[in-house]
């Protein structure tokens, strides 16, 4: 079974505003839950190549777990694969709509054989995360 969710949410701000904000490691502790800490391998905001190492909790359990950026596009989008909880790629997408930014977050991976079998959960989980994750984005950039 595979993982694949797709949360999003409007953002009252202009797509370069989110992207500044959303694209650099250095606001992960404003509006990624779960994270206790992000270390970027280099400071500034995320492009093809950068890699980021984070502690976080997850399902009760703290561990820590890497990204690679894969895939960016300015102002647009950055791809990245996640090693833990389990193999994923999440996308960060944002989109011109009126007025506002549409951000969405799609995250897919197969949780494997340890939690294959609480793959439903898992997505419910990541699901709510995100979604949640998308609502502190969406404060924050706002309040600005």
Excluded at 30 to 41: C, F, M, Q
Aim: hydrophobic share 40%.
């Amino acid at each position: 079974m595979v993982v694949d969710v797709r949360p999003e949410v409007i953002v009252r701000r202009p797509r370069a505003e989110v992207a500044a904000f959303m694209f650099d490691p250095a606001h992960d502790l404003e509006w990624t839950g779960g994270i206790t800490s992000s270390r970027p391998a280099q400071p500034g905001p995320l492009t093809k190549g950068a890699v980021v190492e984070r502690t976080a909790r997850f399902l009760g359990r703290e561990f820590v777990y890497g990204y690679v950026v894969t895939e960016h596009e300015p102002d647009r989008l950055v791809e990245m694969t996640v090693d833990r909880p389990f193999p994923m790629t999440v996308r960060y997408e944002l989109e011109d709509v009126p007025d506002a930014t549409r951000v969405v977050i799609r995250a897919t991976g197969s949780p494997g054989r340890f939690f294959g079998w609480a793959t439903p959960l898992m997505a419910r989980q990541v699901r709510r995360s995100i979604s949640a994750d998308l609502v502190r984005l969406r404060e924050c950039v706002e309040r600005v």
